[in-house]
C-alpha cells in the first residue's frame, strides 16, 4: 500500500493537523510526538492487521478519517494529562493505550 501513503502524505498532514490544535488550544506537540503519531498512521496505513480486509479505497477513507479526527484526538490526549504542556510521545502512547479500541474503524481482535 505504498501509493496510499503517498496519497495521504502522513507527515505533512499530522504536522497540519498538530498545527491546527496547537493554534486553537495554545498547546504545543512535541515534534517526537508527531513523529509518533505519522508512525502509528504508516503501521495502520502500511502494516494492517490481516482481519482489515476492506479494500483499498474503503482503507484510505479511513485513514483520511482518523487523519481529520487528530485535533480531536489531541483534545482527548490532553484533557488526560496531569502534568502541564506540551503533548509528548508517551502522552500519546498513554492515551492510544486506553483508547485503540475507540478510534480503530476496523473489528480490533485484541
Not at 510526538?33 to 474503503?58: C, R, Y
Amino acid at each position: 500500500m505504498p501509493d496510499m501513503e503517498m496519497k495521504l502524505n502522513l507527515s505533512p498532514n499530522v504536522r497540519h493537523y498538530c498545527s491546527v490544535f496547537q493554534e486553537e488550544t495554545g498547546i504545543e506537540v512535541t515534534e517526537v510526538a508527531q513523529n509518533l503519531i505519522t508512525a502509528i498512521f504508516e503501521a495502520f496505513v502500511m502494516d494492517p492487521h490481516p482481519s482489515w480486509e476492506v479494500g483499498d479505497q474503503k482503507h484510505l477513507e479511513n485513514m483520511r478519517m482518523l487523519m481529520k479526527s487528530l485535533p480531536t484526538y489531541l483534545k482527548q490526549v490532553s484533557a488526560q494529562k496531569k502534568y502541564g504542556d506540551p503533548i509528548s510521545s508517551f502522552d500519546v502512547l498513554l492515551w492510544l493505550s486506553i483508547s485503540i479500541k475507540d478510534i480503530c474503524p476496523y473489528f480490533c481482535p485484541f
